[in-house]
């Protein structure tokens, strides 16, 4: 057995939440927010046979769409503060962050 658990974004979690519908996978589902963009997330956290953790894989990859996203940069410097310089810059989100770990036992009570 393995414990997946997915980080995506918010954007990304109704599609993906349908996808393991639709292939009978079971996950519990938890809202989160991203500490770099302090954006809201979904972690999905599943309990899975070994045999199907590449079809998990497949489906949370097939859902989890990148994009660019602009923000405003956070500065510390004094001098980036006093010259008013906080222009936005783009970056790369969304995807999927994925943990993939070993069950060891399993309860149910």
């Not at 310089?85 to 309860?107: C, K, W, Y």
Request: proline share 3%.
């Amino acid at each position: 057995m393995k414990l997946i658990i997915a980080i995506v974004q918010d954007k990304d979690a109704n599609e993906l939440s349908n996808a393991f519908i639709e292939a009978n996978i079971r996950a519990t589902k938890i809202s989160s927010n991203g500490g770099f963009l302090r954006s809201g997330n979904t972690t999905f956290i599943i309990g899975i046979a070994d045999e199907r953790k590449t079809e998990v894989l497949s489906i949370i990859k097939g859902a989890s769409k990148s994009r660019s996203q602009m923000m405003n940069p956070s500065f510390t410097s004094l001098t980036a503060l006093e010259d008013g310089f906080q222009e936005p810059i783009r970056v790369q989100v969304g995807g999927a962050t994925v943990f993939v770990l070993p069950i060891e036992e399993i309860h149910h009570f």
